[in-house]
């Protein structure tokens, strides 16, 4: 298994991207191509101890991708650009799966780009993992595609669902549809057409409308909605969980002296959300629909990000993802018309 790693993207590149690979490394035993400025790379690494017996190596790119950019644009013009050259390694089949975690935009311009679409995917979608109260839930779309059209979702849910089966390891994933009502006859013209075509799907389990709050209730395994509303959902839970982690230390710190002390009893549980509640812990979300393995980390990603990055990389792989996704789309005979 060999992981291709863009060095170069996010707000804590290259130094926290380098010690989460080492640490990837040392711990799932696989070969690990570091791609962007060897010059910044190599020294790094040196720090680190023997960085070449764990089997990773440095791809030169001379180029980077700013956020500020538009990502299209740049992906053709920069074809030495850090994301564009890990993309090519897979491409080319000398890695197996791509690791980013700067510009989410220009991740998804490389990886159309780079790696094409699987047949009858018109758009690939970001799932993105929300822990909730039993497990997980699967978020797609999450911000790749903010414009989808019905036939989009019905995409969606059938790479939601092979998500979940295979890397989740849940039979028979219940896919929801998000909507502001359970009735049939609720929502927007979009939700309202995408609905016979997911309750009409082969290859899905589906359960009809679900609304927001039903997303932490553990009710639901996938999530389907366009990637507008799914980023800003993403987003609201993100800023939520760490308001109330931050709500409960402002409690327990302006409690009394009794108070104080009790709440020492209940600091192991509080570390026990703090986990669960950690997109660290969940390392990256793949970009699904395209015709390879392409985890996308967030822009604030460290070390630890990058590590479980590279474990989620490790099972899309092994797990054949990308493979079942073409089966169960030519199973429902979509078809893609080109865009």
């Known amino acids: 298994m060999k992981v291709a790693i863009d060095a170069m993207g996010g707000d804590f590149a290259p130094e926290e991207i380098v010690h989460g690979a080492v640490q990837a490394a040392g711990e799932y035993h696989c070969q690990i191509v570091l791609v962007g400025d060897e010059a910044r790379l190599i020294p790094l690494l040196e720090k680190t101890g023997d960085w070449q ?74 799932a993105t993992p929300l822990p909730n109260l039993s497990g997980t839930t699967m978020l797609i779309d999450s911000g790749a595609n903010t414009d989808a059209k019905p036939k989009h979702l019905l995409q969606c849910a059938v790479m939601g669902s092979i998500y979940a089966e295979y890397i989740l390891g849940i039979k028979k994933p219940r896919v929801g549809l998000l909507n502001i009502g359970e009735e049939e006859t609720k929502g927007n013209d979009q939700a309202l057409a995408a609905y016979p075509l997911l309750q009409n799907a082969k290859t899905i389990n589906f359960i009809g409308n679900i609304e927001g709050r039903d997303i932490p209730k553990g009710g639901v395994d996938v999530v389907v909605c366009d990637g507008f509303v799914g980023n800003v959902v993403l987003k609201f839970g993100e800023g939520l969980a760490s308001a109330i982690l931050q709500l409960v230390k402002d409690a327990i710190k302006n409690a009394g002296f009794l108070a104080k002390a009790a709440s020492l009893l209940v600091l192991p549980a509080l570390s026990v959300l703090k986990k669960k509640l950690d997109y660290a812990e969940y390392g ?56």
Do not use: W, Y
Not at 108 to 126: K, M, N, Q, T
Not at 291 to 320: L, M, T, W, Y
């Open 53 to 126: 017996k764990l089997g990773i190596t440095v791809q030169h790119a001379s180029q980077t991708i700013d956020m500020t950019e538009h990502p299209a644009t740049a992906v053709r013009k920069k074809k030495d650009a850090s994301v564009v050259v890990a993309t090519r390694l897979v491409k080319q089949g000398d890695c197996d799966v791509v690791i980013a975690a700067g510009s989410t935009g220009a991740a998804v311009a490389a990886a159309l780009f780079g790696l094409g679409r699987i047949p009858g995917i018109e758009r690939p979608a970001i």
């Open 284 to 339: 990256g979300a793949p970009l699904l629909g395209v015709d390879g393995g392409f985890i996308i980390c967030h822009g604030s990603s460290k070390a630890k990000a990058i590590k479980n990055a590279v474990r989620v990389a490790q099972e899309f792989a092994e797990k054949k993802v990308v493979d079942h996704i073409r089966e169960n789309i030519a199973k429902e005979g979509i078809t893609a018309n080109e865009e």
